[in-house]
């Protein structure tokens, strides 16, 4: 993501990925109105002070995001979303973000 938004403190910029859920009866839902499913999203960009790294992976509360329209050179016109480290309910740590964890606590021990 070659986007110049860069988020602050401790937001993330995450990617919800459109997944359509279809009921029994054959209506199809966006994942937006599938209350039953939870919302994850997998985070693109994470501020100075947030605890999460790109690639990891949210779950965070239906209606705590913010939407952003990004303007990129890769995608174009993309739809992305804004969300406080104090939203998040749950996380799948990516590679990248456990070695970043056990560094950051190797690097306490020694100071």
Do not use: H
């Amino acid at each position: 993501m070659n986007s110049e938004f860069t988020p602050l403190r401790s937001y993330c910029i995450v990617d919800i990925p459109e997944t359509g859920i279809e009921t029994s009866s054959g209506i199809s839902l966006s994942q937006a109105q599938a209350y039953s499913t939870p919302v994850t999203g997998k985070v693109l960009k994470a501020g100075a002070k947030s605890r999460f790294t790109p690639g990891d992976q949210l779950f965070f509360r239906r209606y705590s995001v913010d939407e952003l329209r990004l303007v990129t050179e890769d995608d174009g016109d993309k739809q992305v979303f804004l969300i406080e480290d104090a939203d998040v309910v749950g996380v799948r740590w990516s590679n990248r973000g456990i070695i970043n964890r056990l560094m950051c606590r190797l690097l306490a021990k020694f100071q």
